[in-house]
């Protein structure tokens, strides 16, 4: 086999279902986004071996429509995919890709990545979206692996003061599943929740968050602690308590994954990829 090298870094823009994938990262003997797609490139790139870089990896259940991943390939394998059509290999790469893929993983977009662009570390921020049904109403059983049907009613005015006190540069520790060597230290810019008026998300309470980046299961422990508390179960109190907590504690119920996707991840312009890189490299710190 070639080793793949840096002759040219590719960015891939993909969305996908992830009901039926164990998250995507690779695991033995499971099927994964990453796996999926890194077999899927092995067919089409025949005597190379991809391995793909994320900009996010989602856990198992969790859906996308506007995940990035970066990967890096021999040129002269790049340059022999548009053969003898004198098409480009974008549109190539793109075109095949998708006839080799799952319908559960879509090829948004397929590009030659920019000097300095990293998929994972040059992103500016990510955008995670978290939809709630709490009325029979707003039931679609055409949407409900991508909806939470939630049993209680909900209070969207709690819902906001409850999410308004967790944003900003903290220790996510309480919310977080700890890594070894991993920090929970992040900047959460947006944390907010509405009740959707009209589209196709109409009647449902959507929960909207932004950050540089997520540690394990931040998202949907956030969304768990404070529908409790928009429910009514919790109060100001305890959630300000458990926030507080230097670790994660047993009375934050994660909600489930199949409520949540990411949306969006946002970079820079192209001179300040590299800078961007560097600086999220750096640990992170409260100070």
């Not at 959460?188 to 394990?216: I, K």
Request: aromatic letters at 6%.
């Amino acid at each position: 086999m070639t080793d793949v090298n840096a002759g040219v870094r590719v960015r891939l823009d993909l969305a996908y279902d992830g009901t039926d994938f164990a998250g995507w990262a690779v695991q033995p003997g499971l099927r994964t986004v990453q796996g999926t797609i890194e077999d899927g490139l092995s067919r089409l790139m025949r005597g190379v071996e991809p391995r793909l870089t994320v900009a996010g990896r989602t856990d198992a259940g969790v859906h996308a429509r506007g995940q990035v991943a970066h990967v890096d390939l021999p040129t002269q394998a790049w340059e022999a995919l548009a053969g003898r059509s004198h098409r480009d290999p974008e549109t190539v790469m793109r075109n095949r890709l998708s006839g080799i893929l799952p319908p559960d993983i879509v090829v948004v977009g397929v590009k030659v990545a920019p000097p300095g662009f990293d998929a994972r570390f040059s992103a500016r921020e990510r955008r995670y979206v978290y939809r709630v049904s709490d009325r029979p109403e707003s039931r679609d059983p055409l949407t409900r692996r991508y909806v939470l049907w939630y049993p209680r009613s909900l209070d969207v005015t709690l819902l906001q003061e409850a999410s308004r006190g967790l944003t900003g540069l903290r220790d996510f520790a309480p919310f977080c599943r700890s890594r070894a060597r991993a920090t929970t230290i992040r900047t959460l810019v947006e944390f907010s929740w509405e009740r959707v008026e009209s589209g196709v998300d109409e009647g449902l309470v959507a929960a909207t968050f932004r950050a540089d980046a997520f540690c394990h299961s931040m998202v949907r422990s956030l969304v768990g602690a404070v529908l409790a508390v928009g429910d009514g179960r919790r109060d100001f109190a305890w959630l300000q308590a458990e926030a507080a907590a230097t670790s994660r504690r047993s009375g934050i119920i994660v909600a489930p994954p199949h409520g949540l996707t990411l949306e969006e991840v946002a970079y820079p312009p192209d001179d300040e990829l590299a800078e961007r890189a560097n600086a999220t490299r750096a640990k992170r710190t409260l100070d």
